[in-house]
């Protein structure tokens, strides 16, 4: 479905409870939609996507746009394409060793980042790189909004449906007395995500959905 079919069901819904106000300008209508989309998506863990990015020499953090949460990361150098290991940052007192086996060049290449740190979405290479390279990364980012009348969400088409009723239930809000209305909504929309997560991890995606803890943990003191 198109934002403006989208658009239409979710003015449907609301003229059939009787509250339809002609009014109201689209852009409520399509901040509602928005909304739910973004909070469907993030409690679906998707979309699941690859991005490549330029990283200029001695950068530490790399910033990528929309990304959520990080699954897997690659360093690209001279058209050689090497996995790097991601951390689990524990912030406990006994650190020290752990914390100079990572930047002692005695261990590993210096400037050539081999582990990385994740954090919303920004991304610790370590070591520093001293020379510009490539990331590759993949992992669940945030949606792009939903602008134009054409545009489409980024999910199955039998799913659509949950997005105009949680921009119903959103609509709701300023309406104590629609309380019993919006449980049932509520319901309906959990259930429905909770498929919608089950034929995701089903996907082309599946072997990458459920990866394995991370397979190094560094204790840092603070």
């Given at each position: 479905?198109?934002?403006?079919?989208?658009?239409?069901?979710?003015?449907?819904?609301?003229?059939?409870?009787?509250?339809?106000?002609?009014?109201?300008?689209?852009?409520?209508?399509?901040?509602?939609?928005?909304?739910?989309?973004?909070?469907?998506?993030?409690?679906?863990?998707?979309?699941?996507?690859?991005?490549?990015?330029?990283?200029?020499?001695?950068?530490?953090?790399?910033r990528v746009s929309?990304?959520?949460?990080?699954?897997?990361?690659?360093?690209?150098?001279?058209?050689?394409?090497?996995?790097?290991?991601?951390?689990?940052?524990?912030?406990?007192?006994?650190?020290?060793?752990?914390?100079?086996?990572?930047?002692?060049?005695?261990?590993?290449?210096?400037?050539?980042?081999?582990?990385?740190?994740?954090?919303?979405?920004?991304?610790?290479?370590?070591?520093?790189?001293?020379?510009?390279?490539?990331?590759?990364?993949?992992?669940?980012?945030?949606?792009?909004?939903?602008?134009?009348?054409?545009?489409?969400?980024?999910?199955?088409?039998?799913?659509?449906d949950l997005i105009?009723?949680?921009?119903?239930?959103?609509?709701?809000?300023?309406?104590?007395?629609?309380?019993?209305?919006?449980?049932?909504?509520?319901?309906?929309?959990?259930?429905?995500?909770?498929?919608?997560?089950?034929?995701?991890?089903?996907?082309?995606?599946?072997?990458?959905?459920?990866?394995?803890?991370?397979?190094?943990?560094?204790?840092?003191?603070?």
């Open positions: 479905m198109t934002l403006a079919e989208l658009r239409d069901e979710l003015i449907r819904l609301i003229k059939y409870a009787s509250d339809y106000d002609p009014n109201t300008p689209l852009s409520l209508y399509t901040a509602l939609l928005n909304r739910a989309y973004i909070k469907i998506c993030g409690e679906a863990d998707h979309p699941h996507e690859r991005t490549t990015l330029p990283v200029p020499a001695n950068t530490e953090t790399v929309r990304l959520r949460k990080t699954l897997r990361v690659w360093w690209i150098e001279n058209n050689t394409q090497r996995p790097l290991l991601p951390l689990r940052i524990r912030h406990r007192p006994e650190d020290t060793f752990a914390e100079y086996i990572l930047t002692n060049d005695a261990f590993f290449t210096p400037g050539i980042p081999h582990s990385y740190e994740a954090r919303g979405n920004r991304i610790r290479l370590i070591p520093i790189p001293n020379t510009s390279a490539q990331l590759h990364v993949e992992g669940i980012f945030v949606p792009s909004l939903l602008t134009l009348d054409t545009d489409e969400p980024d999910l199955p088409d039998n799913y659509h105009y009723k949680l921009a119903y239930r959103y609509y709701l809000d300023p309406y104590p007395e629609r309380a019993q209305e919006r449980l049932l909504l509520e319901r309906e929309i959990k259930a429905g995500i909770a498929d919608l997560r089950r034929d995701l991890r089903t996907s082309l995606y599946s072997d990458t959905l459920n990866l394995p803890s991370a397979i190094q943990e560094v204790w840092r003191l603070r």
